[in-house]
């Protein structure tokens, strides 16, 4: 949900009501662009089901096998969840159970959780045309490379494809000569997916790449083109991490345990039917027995 602050009565910066049908919530009747630039502070708290599931998943592990779990301290290079990844065996997990994720995982092999947070990031409107050259520099390591050799500080981890919000800020700060408020009003612009915003960075990007950086005009224009796609849909390293260790946490949760935490997930949704036949199926994939 997205919640306002202000400083004094809400409706000093703008009119409220009742929520449409028969909410009882008060909301702005300003959209969310609106109220930011009345002068409110918009926040935006993110409820995650799979948290529920993985607590009920630990509670049950403790219950049947009196096994304590610490879901906070978990090894990121457990084989045998990453080897579930690569089996395609993702239905359930956080972030990665769909069809065109899973296809991807299954050609990516993830090793690292590292692999499971660039995933995360670059399978968004925009990022997603990089996740084929990111599967095969992963597999071919003499295949990477960087337009500049300043990148790779902050690049390597992705095998030098260009993933979060971040890689655009360090970019334009290292190559094209930003301050760090200049780089927070490209970031904005993607963020907010404002293409007027992104139009008029433009100019002073490459600008800035020839005459900051050192780069050649066509480089420039190249590197632009590479930054582009974020203007759809970018994501910031910490909110990749943070999605990237809850999809890690089911993953080896379901790779460990798979009754239980096939059994919390049948409990989440015990009164959508057709998710519960997929999931009785899938134990039945895996060969768990649910009694």
Not at 27 to 32: A, R
Not at 72 to 85: A, I, Q, R, Y
Request: hydrophobic content about 40%; overall charge negative.
């Amino acid at each position: 949900a997205g919640v306002v602050i202000a400083p004094t009565e809400l409706t000093d910066f703008t009119p409220l009501q009742r929520e449409t049908g028969s909410g009882e919530n008060v909301i702005t009747q300003y959209e969310m662009h609106a109220v930011e630039e009345a002068g409110l502070v918009k926040m935006d708290f993110l409820g995650i089901r799979n948290l529920s599931i993985l607590g009920n998943a630990v509670h049950l592990v403790k219950q049947t096998k009196d096994i304590d779990v610490d879901i906070n301290d978990l090894p990121f290079d457990d084989k045998k969840t990453f080897e579930l990844l690569a089996k395609g065996q993702t239905m359930g997990m956080f972030q990665l159970g769909g069809s065109g994720m899973t296809r991807y995982l299954v050609e990516l092999k993830p090793t690292k959780v590292t692999d499971i947070m660039a995933m995360v990031a670059l399978f968004r409107p925009g990022p997603m045309e990089a996740i084929p050259e990111f599967i095969e520099r992963k597999h071919n390591p003499e295949k990477i490379e960087y337009l500049d050799p300043r990148m790779k500080k902050f690049l390597e981890d992705s095998y030098g494809i260009i993933t979060y919000q971040d890689d655009i800020l360090y970019i334009s700060i290292e190559i094209a000569g930003y301050n760090w408020e200049e780089a927070d009003k490209l970031r904005k612009a993607m963020g907010k997916k404002i293409p007027a915003e992104m139009a008029a960075q433009k100019d002073k990007f490459l600008k800035g790449c020839v005459e900051h950086g050192n780069l050649s005009p066509e480089k420039a224009d190249t590197l632009w083109k590479l930054i582009e796609p974020f203007a759809a849909y970018g994501f910031g390293r910490a909110h990749a991490a943070s999605y990237g260790i809850v999809a890690f946490q089911t993953a080896y949760m379901k790779a460990h345990f798979p009754a239980e935490f096939m059994a919390a997930l049948l409990s989440s949704d015990m009164d959508k039917t057709d998710k519960v036949i997929n999931f009785v199926m899938e134990c039945k994939r895996m060969g768990v027995t649910l009694l």
